[in-house]
Nanobody, 115 residues
Framework: QVQLVESGGGSVQAGGSLRLPCVGSGFIYDIDSMGWYRQTPGKGRELVAL???????TYGASVKGRITISRDDAEKVTTLQMNNLKPEDTATYFC?????????WGQGTRVTVSS
């Protein structure tokens, strides 16, 4: 059974940094894309960052320049480094991994940024 587990969330002040790793386990191979999305109550999930297998990266417009995504295929890990955090970054952050045959989501990790 495939499982994705995010960690690293918490409460920080504006301008602070957080690093969110997401570790995959189970039968998951040849991962096409690893990505991060975030969600606030009453809204749909918003793309934060997406990294394809050939390292093409897309960042959401609201986080570009402040966030870096990286991936380690051997360890099945995707990491989101977030700097210069703003109160509007407050959300639950979810990782997602996609293969040719399936996709999986983590349970989410909460990030709260205070002004």
């Amino acid at each position: 059974q495939v499982q994705l587990v995010e960690s690293g969330g918490g409460s920080v002040q504006a301008g602070g940094s957080l690093r969110l790793p997401c570790v995959g386990s189970g039968f998951i191979y040849d991962i096409d894309s690893m990505g991060w999305y975030r969600q606030t109550p009453g809204k749909g999930r918003e793309l934060v960052a997406l990294q394809l297998s050939h390292n093409r990266i897309t960042y959401g417009a609201s986080v570009k320049g402040r966030i870096t995504i990286s991936r380690d295929d051997a360890e099945k890990v995707t990491t989101l480094q977030m700097n210069n955090l703003k109160p509007e970054d407050t959300a639950t952050y979810f990782c997602k991994m996609l293969t040719m045959y399936n996709d999986w989501w983590g349970q989410g990790t909460r990030v709260t940024v205070s002004s």
